[in-house]
């Protein structure tokens, strides 16, 4: 599977951006699709997550603010960040895995749990 993302960029405090995930290759019935973050110097941390199913769940940093959402037709996953804060700059990866469910809460999310990746894409905020 090959992920590509899109959609980052420069925003001020307070603006919105929506990230677009387009996944290429063979696919499977049963998936996990999350969004990370990192900054540099530290790990990648989970954001948001979104099974098969459509369940999704969120770190609580950004619940209320991002919502995670997939098109199957499409193959396409998205995260829209509204109400941005300069805490929220950072690069942001999807990640992909074939598993029955998303483990949770977010933040027990670790990368390692995920073997497919897209190569980010940068969101600064400015305040």
């Known amino acids: 599977v090959q992920l590509v993302e899109s959609g980052g960029g420069s925003v001020q405090s307070g603006g919105s951006l929506r990230l677009t995930c387009e996944a290429y290759?063979?696919?499977?019935?049963?998936?996990?699709m999350s969004w990370f973050r990192q900054v540099p110097g530290k790990e990648r941390e989970g954001v948001a997550t979104?099974?098969?199913?459509?369940?999704?769940a969120y770190v609580d940093s950004v619940k209320g603010r991002f919502t995670i959402s997939q098109d199957k037709e499409k193959n396409t996953l998205y995260l829209q960040m509204d109400k941005l804060n300069p805490e929220d700059t950072g690069m942001y990866f999807c990640?992909?895995?074939?598993?029955?469910?998303?483990?949770?809460?977010?933040?027990?999310?670790?990368?390692?749990?995920?073997?497919?990746w897209g190569q980010g894409t940068q969101v600064t905020v400015s305040s």
């Open positions: 990640a992909a895995e074939y598993l029955s469910y998303c483990m949770t809460p977010v933040q027990d999310v670790d990368s390692s749990d995920f073997r497919y």
């Open positions: 290759g063979n696919t499977y019935s049963s998936y996990c």
């Open positions: 979104i099974d098969s199913d459509g369940s999704t």
